[in-house]
């Protein structure tokens, strides 16, 4: 069975930064498209950004565009998301999710546990 984790969640101040880490478990992530997902308290879950296998990335969401980054490493197995200038109504669960696709098509066929973020005011 596929897994992936996250991790990097925390609590950071208003206006700070976090990168949280998807890693796989005893498979390559080289050909598989990987999401980033959110989901606050009382509220539906929102995707955030996707990478493509080749490092193409999308963003789901505006609210986050030119301060959150979508990034991967191959060679360590890892896709990450850096979050910049966050904001307290970021606060949620962050999953990463894995494609079984190279593109950021479709729907995703495995999730994380999620890592909470908490941003204070």
Do not use: H
Not at 16 to 44: E, H, M, N, T
Not at 91 to 119: F, H, I, M, N, S
């Amino acid at each position: 069975q596929l897994k992936i984790v996250e991790s990097g969640g925390g609590l950071v101040q208003s206006g700070g930064s976090l990168r949280l880490s998807c890693a796989a478990v005893r498979f390559s992530l080289d050909y598989s498209a990987i999401g980033w997902f959110r989901q606050a308290p009382g509220k539906a879950r929102e995707g955030v950004q996707c990478i493509s296998s080749e490092g193409e990335s999308t963003t789901y969401a505006d609210s986050v565009k030119g301060r959150f980054t979508v990034s991967r490493d191959n060679s360590k197995n890892t896709v990450y998301l850096q979050m910049n200038s966050l904001k307290p109504e970021e606060t949620a669960v962050y999953y990463c999710a894995l494609y079984r696709d190279r593109e950021c098509w479709g729907t995703p066929t495995t999730w994380g546990k999620g890592t909470q973020v908490t941003v204070s005011s």
